[in-house]
């Protein structure tokens, strides 16, 4: 391989150090030399895939400066089972993802964002990844505010290709203090040293040429399987940690802890009577106080660090040319994709229940407790909140399958100096979800009112048919008949469909004579239509849809359907306005774009770029643009139901005997003079109301940049870009962090968050229950902004001759990206914050002011290549340590702090002879620990094990192997 082929992404196309020639690239539609355009365009060849052992290609993706984790393998709790890309920490509903220049369809429908899979792209095909950032909606529409990610695929293949790779993790345990915090509560530790992971991968390409030479065809097919991790096999993700005192130490579930957990409510108040446990050294059916750390119960062990995954792909492209001005061109693409997440057991995840004083499965002390000590009548019931983990039946277990197609027919050609493309595209996503070991509240209920029959015999009230008691009011008194009978599976399917219908043409018009009389190009121009329809739906099961289930805490799903439709006018233009004209003014050029878009129901609205570009001498170029972006409300915005997320923030400061809030904050909140104190805290989350907003309005964003060029003449090989970016959006369509809202609240009782706040009336939770809870729901909010720069420098040359013989050449490539901001008003009249160099609380994931990429290539004269990458992300603190008021949260400790990390990688790839190629390589080769903090203080998705390993090297170092025959 060449080494001149560019090894990380950043500011400019690295292609510039080749001959320049005019070809379509990513963020505009004119044919143009890769750095004549006035945008950034950063780009990951083949060779940088090959050189990370990339068998995900969101893996490659995210370790760029300019990304940020979204959805991964990595994510453990309510994953989609795909894989998604988010540019400059805006969201992944803000990225427009490409293949080969034409849109990726929309995801799973219950992933909120519904943004374009990643599966889907077969990584053994990828020939460049080029990344837009900053907007990019009059080139191609809605969706592109943060930017614009275009996977180019090889498609000219003549004969047969056979790509194999395999890798797995290697990790030795050496945290110290972590270790001796699991041992201190009794939890196993993992072995000292671990080596899993394992992940293979096959592709097979064929490919042939038409014999008169017009027309090719290139097939495709691949399978991947990658082996899950456990928690339970890193010593930091042994077991759920939190802070106290400024140490670490391991927590737990108290919503359903091994023995059962007895909140007792007063019947004719609601409020809270006492919190009780089992007593295993007593006798059968002693209870004793609930001790939150004592009865807590472990349940990482049980959820995958690294979810398993089944993935089928298969395709076809081709194309022939009819006439010289005409070309005919068609493709089909497939994937199938399975995946499991696994949670700990279900069980009783504190829910209500009323249980008749006269059970026969109580116990005299627990008739005392339950009944006597919040005084029930006689033959009355005692009102009891429930939480018990039902460890007998095995861990949760949910199976994600995605069934993807995409499928384009079109036509293109020069027609009288004209180029037209036109095409139509339609693709769908099929979604299933089964869940396995939840159990039924219904039949819990039907099974904890127990009689006794004729012959003495316990059994269910109700009589239902195979009805069992479920005894949870003495140690190891449930059976596995029980168990058998409060067992209920879930199921859920889904479907994301879309269809566009595209036309354009562009010319440069400098042959019709249109230039500028100081310029030697001409005016060049784009413009084209097209109609886009959207379509979602979801459809849960009787089950789920009844909020019968545990492990849903509850809460019914209901089905979700919609769809819109878009429609745009579009145009671009690129006139030379003056060139070679003497000292000062080698080129003048200026870009133009608008598109005109209607969106039914939602109302229509104008998108446009204007930008520049200006070498006053060769080797130096000055380029600035400015862009209007719009973004529609997708369907799941707009039309997923609203319903409870039992885990949807950590803290409540006016929960549990001391709170943290003071009695007239707390009181802004919603608890009354007679609940503080007496609110029972959660130590595994809070409620939140998540859903849609059929009253979203579009969002609008602009973005300017402003950049430099160098490729000075005595310096061959040498490229550096700089570009400082500036992002402003309004009317932003998100979710307000209910964790935010509260903490707001609080602080300034502003009643804009407070109003947000509902409380359980008599207990005052925010958690036993449905009547508690903080909104959460989609809204337009006020702002967000980010700024920042970009740095990539690109240096390339050829190595001096030792005794008579080359030794080949050598490329240096740094890739950077400075945040200077990322600040956001969450409703007009807010006080805003910035959340660069922040994660946490009304942060979400880790946002480092600095990320960088760092990579050497030498190339040999014997066909080998040798690469080395230093990865480095800055350190990030606790979002509640921050002086801005309106994200400091005084109840929390503020000195949670995630380390800067680096990270070295090696690469290697040989070329044994012109059909085979084998490359190997270790990534995070000092196998370095991801930074770890307590798991209150982690927050957005990605969020997982102690840290966030979406962003972090979580697993320790990566070994890889590949081999590419071709025949």
């Not at 946002?847 to 350190?875: C, D, K, M, Q």
Request: hydrophobic share 40%.
């Amino acid at each position: 391989m060449a080494a001149a082929r560019s090894q990380d992404a950043a500011g400019a196309d690295t292609a510039a150090a080749q001959p320049s020639h005019e070809i379509v690239v990513t963020g505009s539609r004119i044919r143009q030399p890769p750095l004549a355009g006035v945008s950034a365009i950063g780009r990951l060849s083949s060779q940088d895939l090959e050189f990370r052992g990339t068998m995900r290609v969101e893996d490659a993706i995210n370790r760029l400066p300019q990304t940020f984790a979204d959805q991964t393998s990595h994510v453990g709790l309510n994953p989609t089972g795909t894989a998604t890309v988010n540019l400059r920490a805006l969201g992944p509903q803000r990225t427009l993802v490409l293949i080969d220049g034409k849109r990726l369809m929309p995801g799973d429908p219950t992933g909120g964002s519904v943004a374009p899979d990643l599966n889907f792209i077969p990584d053994a095909l990828v020939d460049r990844i080029e990344i837009v950032t900053g907007g990019a909606s009059a080139v191609y529409g809605s969706d592109a505010v943060a930017g614009v990610v275009n996977f180019v695929l090889k498609k000219d293949f003549s004969g047969l290709m056979v790509d194999v790779q395999a890798g797995a993790d290697n990790h030795h345990n050496q945290e110290a203090q972590i270790q001796s915090a699991v041992a201190a509560a009794g939890y196993v530790l993992p072995p000292a040293n671990v080596t899993d992971g394992y992940g293979a991968e096959v592709t097979l390409v064929a490919g042939a040429k038409s014999p008169d030479g017009r027309g090719d065809v290139t097939l495709y097919g691949g399978y991947r399987y990658t082996q899950p991790v456990m928690n339970g096999a890193r010593d930091f993700s042994a077991c759920p940690l939190g802070a106290v005192g400024g140490t670490l130490s391991c927590f737990g579930s108290t919503h359903a802890p091994a023995l059962a957990r007895f909140v007792v409510l007063d019947p004719a108040t609601s409020g809270f009577v006492q919190d009780l446990t089992l007593d295993p050294g007593g006798p059968s059916g002693a209870l004793r106080p609930f001790d939150a750390p004592r009865d807590a119960y472990n349940y990482a062990p049980f959820e995958y660090f690294q979810r398993p995954e089944d993935r089928y792909t298969a395709g076809a492209f081709g194309e022939y040319q009819v006439t010289p001005a005409l070309e005919v061109y068609a493709s089909g693409m497939f994937m199938y994709d399975s995946t499991v997440a696994e949670l700990a057991p279900s069980g009783l995840f504190v829910q209500p229940f009323s249980i008749a004083c006269s059970n026969p499965m109580l116990s005299a002390a627990e008739v005392q407790a339950f009944c006597a000590d919040a005084h029930v009548p006689p033959g009355g019931s005692a009102l009891l909140v429930i939480g018990r983990r039902d460890t007998e039946a095995g861990a949760r277990q949910s199976t994600l399958t995605h069934q993807d197609y995409r499928l384009i027919i079109g036509a293109r050609g020069d027609l009288r100096g004209w180029d037209y493309d036109l095409s139509a595209m339609r693709s769908a996503v099929a979604t299933g979800q089964t869940d396995t070991h939840d159990i039924s509240l219904r039949r819990a209920a039907d099974a904890l009112n127990v009689v006794r029959n004729a012959s003495g015999a316990l059994v269910c009230a109700s009589g239902g048919p195979g009805c069992v008691p479920y005894d949870i009011f003495q140690v190891g008194g449930v059976t596995k008949a029980a168990l058998a009978y409060l067992g209920q599976p879930d199921r859920a399917k889904g479907t994301t469909g879309e269809t566009v219908l595209s036309a354009s043409v562009s010319s440069q018009l400098e042959r019709f004579g249109l230039k500028s009389p100081w310029a030697a190009q001409g005016l060049s121009v784009a413009f084209g239509a097209e109609y886009r329809r959207e379509s979602l739906s979801f459809s849960p099961d009787a089950e789920l849809a009844s909020g019968d289930l545990a492990g849903q805490g509850g809460v019914p799903l209901t089905p979700v359907r919609g769809a819109f439709h878009t429609t745009d006018l579009f145009g671009e233009a690129r006139a030379p306005l003056a060139q070679n004209r003497g000292l000062l003014l080698r080129d003048l050029t200026l870009e133009l774009g608008y598109r005109y878009s209607w969106y039914g129901d939602l109302g229509s609205s104008g998108t446009y770029k204007a930008g520049g570009l200006w070498s006053p001498v060769e080797g130096l170029s000055v380029r600035a643009s400015l862009n209007h972006a719009v973004r529609a409300p997708n369907a799941v915005e707009l039309f997923t139901p609203q319903s409870l997320d039992r885990m949807g923030f950590d803290v409540d400061p006016c929960a549990g005997a001391s709170p943290i809030g003071s009695a007239a904050d707390c009181a802004r909140t919603g608890v009354s003079a007679a609940q503080y104190g007496h609110i029972v805290a959660s130590s595994e989350g809070y409620n939140s109301l998540d859903g849609g907003n059929a009253n979203l309005r579009p969002e609008t964003a602009d973005t300017g940049t402003i950049g430099i060029v160098v490729a000075p003449r005595g310096v061959d090989g040498l490229v550096a870009t700089i570009d400082y970016y500036d992002i402003r959006i309004r009317d932003g369509i998100s979710q307000v962090p209910p964790g935010f809202v509260i903490e707001q609240c609080l602080a300034t009782g502003d009643p804009v968050y407070c109003k947000q706040i509902h409380r359980q009336p008599g207990t005052g939770s925010l958690w036993l229950g449905a009547d508690g809870y903080v909104s959460g729901l989609t809204q337009n909010t006020a702002s967000l902004r980010t700024n920042g720069l970009d740095l990539d420098l690109d240096y390339r040359l050829s190595l001096p001759r030792w005794q008579g013989r080359s030794l080949g050449s050598a490329m240096f490539k740094l890739v950077g990206t400075y945040v200077f901001a990322l600040s956001n008003v969450t409703f007009r009249g807010a006080a805003g914050y910035d959340c660069a160099g922040y994660f946490g609380v009304g942060c979400s994931g880790p946002l480092p002011h600095w990320r960088h990429v760092f990579r050497a290539t030498w190339a040999s004269p014997w066909g080998v290549e040798l690469s080395a990458a230093w990865r480095y992300i800055a350190s990030v603190r606790n979002a509640a340590s921050s002086s801005n008021p309106a994200l400091a949260a005084p109840y929390e400790a503020a000195d949670a702090r995630l380390g800067a990390r680096s990270y070295i990688d090696l690469g290697l790839s040989w070329r044994i002879d012109r059909r085979l190629e084998f490359r190997a390589g270790c990534n995070n080769l000092f196998d370095v620990d991801p930074p770890v903090v307590g798991g209150s203080f982690l927050a957005g998705i990605g969020a997982n094990s102690n840290s966030y390993p979406s962003t972090y090297d979580g697993l320790g170092r990566n070994l890889f192997a590949g081999l590419t025959a071709r025949f």
